[in-house]
T-cell receptor, first 118, second 111 residues
Framework: NAGVTQTPKFQVLKTGQSMTLQCAQDMNHEYMSWYRQDPGMGLRLIHY???????DQGEVPNGYNVSRSTTEDFPLRLLSAAPSQTSVYFC?????????????????FGNGTRLTVT | GQSLEQPSEVTAVEGAIVQINCTYQ??????LSWYQQHDGGAPTFLSY????GLEETGRFSSFLSRSDSYGYLLLQELQMKDSASYFCAVSPRTGGFKTIFGAGTRLFVKA
């Protein structure tokens, strides 16, 4: 199992450009999510999905779009990049996420995409 | 809303015991999780407390007290490789299916 695979590892964009960060998992996990990590601010949830065809907003969704056409893939789209979106982006998946309630379903993280917007 | 508070940095000596605290303000959640992240790496799951009390996994233990809105991660027999950032996280019962993280505690282990 490769686990959670993110591409690219690094990306530099100019303000206003668009791009898609790719995320794929081979663990048949229903729950997938995107986080951004900035110094001193921990991990902040951008969007999440509880299954194919179902997505919802997290804490910081503005400027980002997602879709979930298959169980395996959960791409994150930046529509018009801004310097404030310079960050490290992590994709994470779990068997069921918080759907399990009190039963633990830990998040498995990809290795991240380091994005710089100039 | 919900927020989790952690100390920003903790320093300890190799072989010692260190406790990383997490206090939270949330209306209700399923459980408290802990994740470890080394510099340049991805967060990895360490421990989960669904109920009050202590959970032990090798050198790591985690504790939750819902009545005190408080939890902690205890690391024993510290090793240099334990130098990393540690995050507590909760999944609130309302507002969707989210896992919310604290800002993280940077642990420095000295020889």
């Amino acid at each position: 199992n490769a686990g959670v695979t993110q591409t690219p590892k690094f990306q530099v964009l100019k303000t206003g450009q668009s791009m898609t960060l790719q995320c794929a998992q081979d663990m048949n996990h229903e729950y997938m999510s995107w986080y951004r990590q900035d110094p001193g601010m921990g991990l902040r949830l951008i969007h999440y999905s509880v299954g194919a065809g179902i997505t919802d907003q997290g804490e910081v969704p503005n400027g980002y779009n997602v879709s979930r056409s298959t169980t395996e893939d959960f791409p994150l789209r930046l529509l018009s990049a801004a310097p404030s979106q310079t960050s490290v982006y992590f994709c994470a998946s779990s068997y069921s996420g918080p759907l399990q309630g009190p039963y633990n379903s830990p998040l498995h993280f990809g290795n991240g995409t380091r994005l710089t917007v100039t | 809303g919900q927020s989790l508070e952690q100390p920003s940095e903790v320093t300890a000596v190799e072989g010692a015991i260190v406790q990383i605290n997490c206090t939270y303000q949330t209306s209700g959640f399923y459980g408290l999780s802990w994740y470890q992240q080394h510099d340049g790496g991805a967060p990895t799951f360490l421990s989960y407390n669904a109920l009050d009390g202590l959970e032990e996994t090798g050198r790591f233990s985690s504790f939750l007290s819902r009545s005190d809105s408080y939890g902690y991660l205890l690391l024993q027999e510290l090793q240099m490789k334990d130098s990393a950032s540690y995050f507590c996280a909760v999944s609130p019962r309302t507002g969707g299916f989210k896992t919310i993280f604290g800002a993280g505690t940077r642990l420095f282990v000295k020889a």
